[in-house]
Antibody, heavy 120, light 111 residues
Framework: QVTLRESGPALVKPTQTLTLTCTFSGFSLSTSGMCVSWIRQPPGKALEWLALIDWDDDKYYSTSLKTRLTISKDTSKNQVVLTMTNMDPVDTATYYC????????????WGQGTLVTVSS | QSALTQPPSASGSPGQSVTISCTGTSSDVGGYNYVSWYQQHPGKAPKLMIYEVSKRPSGVPDRFSGSKSGNTASLTVSGLQAEDEADYYCSSYAGSNNFYVFGTGTKVTVL
């Protein structure tokens, strides 16, 4: 059974760095073709793809946010971490992590999401 | 990396059909057969409904179908049911530089 769960602060101040952790089970990120991605959704707005890390530690970022994002993985802990620097109120959103496989190019399992509010 | 363009809303009566368009470019929708569609109910995570343009995952009713022509993909929901009322998002692989892009989302209302 594949599950993913996001964790991190619910509230961050402007200019701070956000660190989110995705803890997953039911698959291994060391298996060829496996990837984990981060997607966010501001309240009432559309989904926005942020970043992806694959089994080979290759990393891909949204071109509009790449200077602020870092994605990493700890295969032994089944975790993927996303950091986003210089947070702004417009970054207020629900942040999801999701599993992605390069054989299929879609997100087949999603976490429940975690709401992050940026406010002083 | 611009979002794929979807109409903000679509509606239909129970039993009718509704079709949602998703327009991209030759660098995403038109360049790959990796278009997916997700359904999202309020407060819930998105759920995969269609992948690789027209394939349905196990458990998704055959009332949902997908297609693509050029840079535009479409999702059709036939025989609308009350539970189909939700937001729908298209998405596409966009190559190794931009990697992935979502659509602007369409709210489907069952009248």
């Amino acid at each position: 059974q594949v599950t993913l769960r996001e964790s991190g602060p619910a509230l961050v101040k402007p200019t701070q760095t956000l660190t989110l952790t995705c803890t997953f089970s039911g698959f291994s990120l060391s298996t060829s073709g496996m990837c984990v991605s981060w997607i966010r959704q501001p309240p009432g707005k559309a989904l926005e793809w942020l970043a992806l890390i694959d089994w080979d530690d290759d990393k891909y970022y949204s071109t509009s946010l790449k200077t602020r994002l870092t994605i990493s993985k700890d295969t032994s802990k089944n975790q993927v971490v996303l950091t986003m620097t210089n947070m702004d109120p417009v970054d207020t959103a629900t942040y999801y992590c999701a599993r992605f496989r390069v054989e299929t190019y879609y997100f087949d399992y999603w976490g429940q999401g975690t709401l992050v509010t940026v406010s002083s | 990396q611009s979002a794929l363009t979807q109409p903000p809303s679509a509606s239909g009566s129970p039993g009718q059909s509704v079709t949602i368009s998703c327009t991209g470019t030759s660098s995403d929708v038109g360049g790959y057969n990796y278009v997916s569609w997700y359904q999202q109910h309020p407060g819930k995570a998105p759920k995969l409904m269609i992948y690789e343009v027209s394939k349905r995952p196990s458990g998704v009713p055959d009332r949902f179908s997908g297609s693509k022509s050029g840079n535009t993909a479409s999702l059709t929901v036939s025989g609308l049911q009350a539970e189909d009322e939700a937001d729908y998002y298209c998405s596409s692989y966009a190559g190794s530089n931009n990697f992935y892009v979502f659509g602007t989302g369409t709210k489907v209302t069952v009248l």
